[in-house]
């Protein structure tokens, strides 16, 4: 690990040099200039206040029947899990709220928190200390998910690894999954924008152009069926970001909503004058946005769901990070003994078309009443 710190990150670190105490990162925020200090509390709070309005609705569940059966799910969170903050073109304390705080609210006890060594700024590590993090550790890339999954002697592994990261991180994630659970396969940024003539041009291009800053592989798509919008946003664009954006006049709003679906994009913007209209046809999408008062910026650091989204098209199958990324389900079944006495000789008969008799066996083992 620390020849890939030396060769990939410029710096000289030895293993007992990795780890950053804590009170780092209360020092860290207490240094902050007072404004961003109370910007970072404030995207904080609001973050925990929606995914504890979540946790609320998931919990243990159970359903009971006359004839004497009991089925439910009990709900737990993992016990460790792994927080990749990336850091390549820019520092990003947000990804580490967005992906601690959903981690804190399930209850997990053990969030280790991983970010190259040249980006461990004052926010990041003001952020840390805001979400709740148990460990922070000044190592990334491919070297950080290989410790987080398999461990090393300075950092014991976890269960789960989260957060966006660059293409060898992805990567790494993809191929440590099985060994460790992980969120999901995070690509470059991407936005599609509806947009009709009631929205300001320049909001759009706002919009666009806040997406495909984040990466040159970031793509931004504005769809619309009115030429005088696409016109009037394109001529807004600047021109070093137009060759990742893409501008198309579809057929008319259900044409463009079809196009959207079949883009299933990290991030879908409704700039219509009313989105609600046009929701009900969105079927993938890792997060909505409705209205021009809704910039999508707003939902990358403070509205509260969280901004670590599928890419890709992913979102046609999967959702972005939450508290029920860090909560497992186990299912819970109890019988009576009438009951099963009643049903034992209907579910061998399942087990005996499958050929599998001392499945069988075991069912009608309590038709005996000797035990």
């Not at 029920?324 to 005996?352: D, W, Y």
Request: charged content about 25%; some cysteine; overall charge positive.
């Amino acid at each position: 690990m620390a020849a890939l710190l030396k060769r990939w990150d410029g710096v000289k670190l030895k293993p007992s040099q990795w780890r950053i105490p804590l009170s780092q990162g209360r020092e860290a925020l207490r240094r902050l200039p007072r404004e961003r200090q109370t910007s970072l509390r404030d995207a904080a709070r609001q973050v925990e206040r929606f995914h504890r309005w979540e946790r609320r609705r998931l919990g243990t569940t159970w359903a009971q029947t006359a004839d004497g059966l009991t089925v439910g799910q009990r709900i737990v969170p993992v016990d460790s899990v792994g927080v990749y903050v990336p850091g390549g073109r820019f520092a990003y304390p947000s990804s580490v709220l967005m992906a601690a705080l959903p981690a804190k609210v399930a209850g997990v006890r053990r969030i280790v928190m991983v970010t190259p060594p040249r980006h461990v700024t004052d926010e990041v590590l003001a952020a840390a200390a805001l979400a709740g993090v148990t460990e922070i550790y000044r190592i990334g890339g491919i070297g950080a998910v290989g410790a987080l999954a398999y461990g090393t002697r300075t950092i014991p592994k976890v269960d789960l690894i989260v957060g966006p990261g660059g293409a060898w991180v992805t990567e790494a994630k993809r191929q440590v999954f099985g060994e460790v659970g992980i969120d999901l396969i995070a690509g470059p940024s991407e936005v599609a924008v509806l947009a009709d003539r009631t929205t300001s041009p320049r909001f759009a291009a706002a919009d666009l152009m806040a997406q495909t800053e984040h990466d040159p592989l970031a793509r931004a798509v504005l769809l619309s069926p009115d030429a005088r919008t696409i016109a009037a946003v394109k001529g807004l664009v600047e021109k070093r970001f137009r060759p990742q954006c893409s501008f198309v006049k579809t057929k008319n709003w259900a044409d463009a909503v079809a196009k959207a679906n079949a883009l299933a994009p990290e991030h879908l913007s409704l700039l219509v004058k009313k989105p609600e209209r046009l929701l009900n046809g969105v079927r993938n999408a890792g997060a909505i946005f409705l209205g021009p008062w809704s910039p999508v910026a707003a939902g990358d650091y403070w509205a509260g769901p969280s901004h670590v989204l599928p890419t890709g098209r992913a979102a046609r199958f999967m959702s972005g990070l939450s508290v029920q990324t860090f909560l497992k389900r186990s299912s819970i079944i109890r019988l009576s003994e009438p009951l099963m006495r009643k049903k034992a000789r209907t579910i061998a008969r399942l087990a005996e078309a499958e050929g599998l008799v001392y499945h069988a066996a075991s069912l009608k083992a309590r038709l005996n009443r000797s035990r």
